[in-house]
T-cell receptor
């Protein structure tokens, strides 16, 4: 069975600084997808970034980038130039290729300080 | 407007009283899913559907039923709710599997079972 672990329940960062959220996962699958979702206080779930396991290049979306280490089963999220609007709960998620079965981590609550 | 809608948004009920939470999407998405979110546990998948009349169990299906009789709707049924089903519930849908399509989430349903 797959598992996703987020070991940082809470983090804080100063506005304009860079922060990295960690995520590790366990799977015996070779083909899968990894995601970071953001949940602001409004509770709406928003996709931040997606990584296909077969791609070696790390995904980037504007100020958000990942460090995907397949052998180490690590998938960290880096937020550059942090903004107050980045304050949210962040969830790491895994999906086996060819299915719609998702496994989410327990989340990291990020607070951006003015 | 493309969206996933859930009703009701808030519900307080009593143990054993059958209830249904509706989920509807207007994006012609193939894939739909239900999650529950609990503090410290993240999101856990209850059931998912990869096509009309095709449903599969997620990680926490006990005490829940679903049906997918038409593409746009995916109701979640609690035949005999119990207090441990008090939670925040999310419905989500996708056009394709993760490689191309992102998962769109509904606004959530806060359920309290007394």
């Amino acid at each position: 069975a797959q598992t996703v672990t987020q070991s940082q329940p809470e983090m804080s960062v100063q506005e304009a600084e860079t922060v990295t959220l960690s995520c590790t996962y366990d799977t015996s699958e070779n083909n899968y997808y990894l995601f970071w979702y953001k949940q602001p206080p409004s509770r709406q779930m928003i996709l931040v970034i997606r990584q296909e396991a077969y791609k070696q290049q790390n995904a980037t979306e504007n100020r958000f980038s990942v460090n995907f280490q397949k052998a180490a089963k690590s998938f960290s999220l880096k937020i550059s130039d942090s903004q107050l609007g980045d304050t949210a709960m962040y969830f790491c998620a895994f999906m086996k290729s060819g299915t719609y079965k998702y496994i989410f981590g327990t989340g990291t609550r990020l607070k951006v300080l003015a | 407007e493309a969206q996933v809608t859930q009703n009701p948004r808030y519900l307080i009920t009593v143990t054993g009283k059958k209830l249904t939470v509706t989920c509807s999407q207007n994006m012609n998405h193939e894939y739909m899913s239900w999650y529950r979110q609990d503090p410290g546990l993240g999101l856990r998948q209850i059931y998912y559907s990869m096509n009309v009349e095709v449903t599969d169990k997620g990680d926490v299906p006990e005490g829940y039923k679903v049906s997918r009789k038409e593409k746009r709707n995916f109701p979640l049924i609690l035949e005999s709710p119990s207090p441990n089903q008090t939670s925040l519930y999310f419905c989500a849908s996708s056009y394709t599997l993760a490689g191309v399509g992102e998962q769109f989430f509904g606004p959530g349903t806060r359920l309290t079972v007394l």
